[in-house]
């Protein structure tokens, strides 16, 4: 018995102490979790009920010059519905009524959202698709419609809003504003990213029954900051005209694609820039930002640079007579041809130009250059041909020129193929940057794009003119070559865009693609400015690949349209001038004005004399008088149906006849 009880009492002891040594480990953790790691799990604690939510700032608005929205971002909202959490008695009672308005908004019939939604619920659907991309306004509709009106909770209702960027005036310039998302960074909108986007803002938040947060305070932690907007050098109007003349031309000669380029001479201020490609639909797009991207053989536009070496370096004169021959003309194994059959025998220089002679201007060249190509080639470089203008939009198309001293690629044809074209490697903007630089007396000025960075009314960045080049060349070379260009479009390749009104001058291009595949396609092109006196803007056009069977020359694809963006503007744009010196009012104006002044402050009730008064001021007479008026004509009044004194019955229309 008394073995027994030591054992008992041994066994109390034992869990007397495991309970001791367990107290003892609680105590242990409770002072760790209290004080050594306290703030650890304090801080674990508040993560899951308190957190910073990011708040998104506003991305800045791209803008036309004249204030039009180019880009914009908006709020979308994608619905979905948990078919699950709606009561049954809710469900059967409203499920037609819901089907109907879905059916009336999004078009499918009332009977394909009843099955598509009774469907979703029996396979126990918490969010199903129902639609998306709606606008604010359609949002706040579909809300109301019957069971989504429950609520979340309720009615199964899920709304997510998301914020996309918009182009008001849809897809024209588009890929010049280009874009910043999943697709990467292009045209403004991606090389402006660091202005636009600006910087996101934090709240603190609570964690709140049913999985909800509100705020802690009402104010921000960190107050978000909206993008800048960007002011483009882009004009709406000439941008309209440039678009749809490009559009028209290319749907007419079913081209591959084409670009132009519309720029202020002075400034370089890109007016207009528009790149459409075509799709395998047919139907054209702004799929590539061609004008600044797309390096590739200029062909005849090119001859202006050739012979303005030689003008520079005065080796020829415009008046320098060669011989194209029956245009045909060997070089080595090949033979350079004129498009004009049996050539165009002795010419000048300058009508080499004006006719776009292969066979002139590869004589001139060959004739001064032949044995020393590196002297034409370094004239070229040094009126900048050849190199990149550093244009602010990524992606610009790298020039290339052929260079004797690299043995591997250069051919004893290599001189004679570049004096036309051939051989070199140049982007649209880069020929217009070089031509605008001639219309603008030898100053080479930097495309721009943009005008001013502004966040709200201030003005935080202004981007004014950049000189590449301040003369190219000598004056006596740019006024002769200025003249050719005006003969070109007078008397040469272009007369069909000649126009008596208003002067224009440029160069025609027509090169030969693809003839290696023995499948030749062509590139046709236009370049030069308007007003040719005169020029305020420069202006290119290239068409790719347009249908042989309906045309490919230069003159016939390109020029129609240089010729109808330069009428357009002329007729269109509006034109502010200014009156200088302007003397005081003539004393007539002052007569008329103290004849009106005294009649309108009279209060009567009778028929004013208002003959010799002009019309507009009459009419306002009457009106002001509560009369009913009607005239026919127009100046000064002559004749007036209720005669002068007579007492005025509101019911009468009176009649005025004017000059």
């Known amino acids: ?198 910087k996101n803002g934090k709240r603190l938040k609570q964690r709140i029954a049913k999985g909800q947060w509100k705020p802690l305070n009402d104010n921000n932690e960190v107050e978000p900051v909206d993008g800048k907007d960007i002011i483009t050098t882009i004009d709406l109007n000439i ?83 060669i011989d194209t021959e029956k245009g045909k003309y060997k070089v080595y194994d090949r033979t350079v041809k004129d498009s004009h059959r049996g050539g165009y025998g002795k010419i000048s220089a300058a009508r080499v130009i004006e006719v776009s002679s292969n066979v002139g201007i590869v004589k001139l060249i060959e004739k001064y250059y032949g044995q020393n190509p590196q002297k034409f080639i370094d004239g070229l470089r040094r009126m900048e041909i050849g190199k990149k203008l550093g244009l602010p939009i990524k992606g610009e198309g790298i020039p290339t020129l052929p260079n004797p001293k690299d043995k591997k690629n250069w051919y004893g044809t290599s001189l004679a193929w570049m004096t036309h074209g051939y051989g070199v490697s140049i982007t649209p903007m880069q020929t217009l940057t070089f031509y605008n630089a001639v219309a603008n007396n030898g100053e080479m000025v930097k495309p721009r794009f943009i005008k001013e960075i502004r966040t709200q009314d201030k003005v935080i960045q202004k981007f004014t003119k950049e000189v590449i080049n301040p003369k190219i060349c000598s004056q006596e070379t740019i006024d002769k070559v200025k003249e050719i260009m005006k003969n070109v479009v007078k008397r040469g390749t272009a007369t069909n865009i000649y126009n008596k009104n208003y002067e224009l001058a440029g160069k025609t291009g027509t090169c030969q693609t693809e003839y290696w595949t023995g499948q030749t396609k062509y590139i046709s092109s236009f370049v030069g400015y308007f007003p040719a006196n005169d020029p305020k803007y420069s202006c290119i056009v290239v068409i790719h690949k347009p249908k042989k069977e309906i045309g490919y020359y230069g003159a016939d694809v390109a020029g129609p349209v240089f010729k109808q963006i330069a009428h357009k503007i002329y007729t269109e744009t509006p034109t502010i001038d200014e009156v200088k010196n302007l003397k005081d009012n003539p004393k007539s104006i002052d007569t008329s004005f103290d004849k009106y002044y005294k009649i309108a ?41 209720v005669k002068a004194g007579e007492k005025l019955d509101k019911n009468t229309i009176i009649e005025l006849t004017l000059s």
């Open 1 to 198: 018995m008394a073995v027994e009880k030591k054992n008992i009492l041994n066994r109390l002891y034992l869990l007397a102490g495991f309970m001791f040594l367990f107290a003892i480990a609680i105590m242990y953790k409770l002072i760790d979790i209290q004080f050594v790691k306290g703030d650890m799990y304090r801080q674990k604690a508040a993560a899951r009920t308190v957190k910073n939510f990011e708040i998104k700032a506003n991305r800045g608005n791209v803008y036309t010059a004249d204030g039009s929205l180019l880009a914009t971002s908006v709020s979308k909202y994608d619905i979905r519905m948990d078919a699950v959490t709606v009561s049954a008695e809710n469900f059967e009672k409203n499920i037609k009524g819901l089907s109907k308005a879905l059916s009336k908004m999004l078009g499918k019939t009332p009977g394909f959202y009843e099955n598509y939604i009774r469907k979703a619920r029996k396979n126990k659907n918490r969010y199903l698709f129902i639609t998306r991309d709606l606008s604010y306004n359609q949002y706040l509709k579909i809300k109301t419609f019957p069971i989504f009106k429950l609520g979340v909770y309720k009615g199964g209702f899920i709304a997510e809003q998301r914020t996309v960027r918009e182009h008001p005036i849809g897809k024209i310039a588009e890929r010049a504003v280009g874009y910043d998302d999943y697709r990467g960074r292009v045209g403004i909108e991606g090389n402006f990213h660091n202005y636009l986007q600006g």
């Open 239 to 321: 941008q309209d005209i440039a678009h749809h003349a490009l559009l028209a031309q290319l749907e007419r000669y079913e081209a591959d694609h084409g670009t132009v380029v519309v720029m202020e001479t002075k400034t370089g201020e890109v007016k207009a820039i528009a790149n459409l490609g075509r799709n395998l639909e047919g139907k054209y797009y702004e799929r590539l930002n061609y004008a600044v991207g797309e390096s590739h053989e200029p062909g005849s536009t090119f001859k202006l640079m050739s012979i303005m070496v030689a003008l520079e370096d005065k080796v020829i004169d415009t008046s320098t007579v």
């Open 601 to 641: 402050r009279k209060e009567s009730n009778s028929m004013p004399n208002l003959k010799n008064m002009a019309g507009m001021d009459a009419v306002a007479i009457l009106e002001n008088m509560g009369m009913k008026v009607h005239f026919k004509g127009t100046g000064k009044v002559v004749a007036q149906s």
